[in-house]
């Protein structure tokens, strides 16, 4: 018979090859000064209850974050750390460090928890859902336009 891709010796070494790549932590996009952390694939710590954020957004043990100041010019001040899916909910909420608009939080048919957590303003605006304790998956959510600075009134000639 047949075989496609050379073989099947071939094949399976391809997918060793992938299976390596695929499972260990790193960098994408490397070069210049962009780059993006990316966690493992399996979570290497169990979600402990000092890692959910409680129904009205706070994280046990952290400072409440400030409310975001749409009109807060953003120069100078430090980026906003890496969210990735598999971070636990507070990891998610102290990356962001702004104080989230809404917390939803439910059981799915399984019974794990979910939380629905959205930022309309911030770094990271999103739909935010975690379930049994991380980031499942992330949503664009509208947000409200900048506002436009107000003009000074123009000086009339003598």
């Known amino acids: 018979m047949v ?3 050379g073989g099947v010796g071939a094949l399976s070494d391809f997918s060793l090859k992938d299976q390596e790549w695929f499972a260990r932590p790193g960098k994408i996009f490397k070069g210049g000064n962009s780059s ?3 966690p493992p694939l399996s979570a290497s710590k169990d979600v402990s209850p000092n890692d959910l954020i409680s ?4 994280c046990p043990g952290a400072v ?3 409310p975001a100041d749409a009109n807060a010019s953003t120069e100078g001040q430090v980026v906003a750390a890496p969210v990735a899916l598999g971070h636990t909910e507070c990891d998610v909420a102290r990356a ?6 809404n917390v939803n939080l439910t059981n799915n ?5 979910v939380a629905l957590v959205t930022w309309r303003t911030g ?3 999103g739909a935010y859902t975690f379930t049994s304790g991380r980031l499942t998956s ?3 959510v509208d947000v409200p336009p900048p506002e436009k600075p107000a003009r000074a009134p123009k000086k009339k000639r003598a």
């Open 3 to 5: 075989t496609g891709c």
């Open 36 to 38: 993006i952390e990316t």
């Open 55 to 58: 129904s009205d957004g706070q």
């Open 64 to 66: 409440a974050p400030g």
């Open 96 to 101: 962001i460090a702004v104080a989230p608009d």
């Open 109 to 113: 048919e399984r019974g794990d928890r």
């Open 123 to 125: 770094p990271r605006p």
């Open 138 to 140: 992330i949503e664009r």
